[in-house]
């Protein structure tokens, strides 16, 4: 179905900036909310937050609000999470997933379930 790699993880220092790539292939994914994921070691998953079908709509984690944004770019099949302010915190291993269903006409809170194809991860470590 549609195959889903992250690209653009790495290591930084706090406050400091990363963007993450999400890049779909196999299938379009223009008619699929996708969201973005992180865990750390031990930890459970958490979600991060998720960009419409459209990219008209975003949502965004109580913990990345305003630091974080999703935007997608269809024609190239891809969707980007682009980090600031970046704390150690937010130190985990980042992953993009598909919606399960297209067209979806509200985005979150949105769990694991909601998704039907994810990536590999990218790992993201924060140092300080």
């Known amino acids: 179905q549609v195959r889903l790699v992250e690209s653009g993880g790495g290591l930084l220092q706090a406050g400091g900036s990363l963007r993450l790539s999400c890049a779909a292939s196999?299938?379009?994914?223009?008619?699929?909310?996708v969201g973005w994921f992180r865990q750390a070691p031990g930890k459970e998953r958490e979600f991060v937050g998720a960009i419409s079908w459209t990219g008209g709509s975003t949502y965004y984690a109580d913990s990345v609000k305003g630091r974080f944004t999703i935007s997608r770019v269809n024609a190239k099949n891809t969707v980007f999470l682009q980090m600031n302010s970046l704390k150690p915190e937010d130190t985990a291993v980042y992953y993009c997933a598909a919606d399960a269903s297209q067209f979806r006409t509200q985005l979150g809170p949105l769990t694991g379930a909601d998704f039907g194809s994810w990536g590999q991860g990218t790992q993201v470590t924060v140092s300080s």
């Open positions: 196999a299938r379009s994914i223009s008619t699929y909310a």
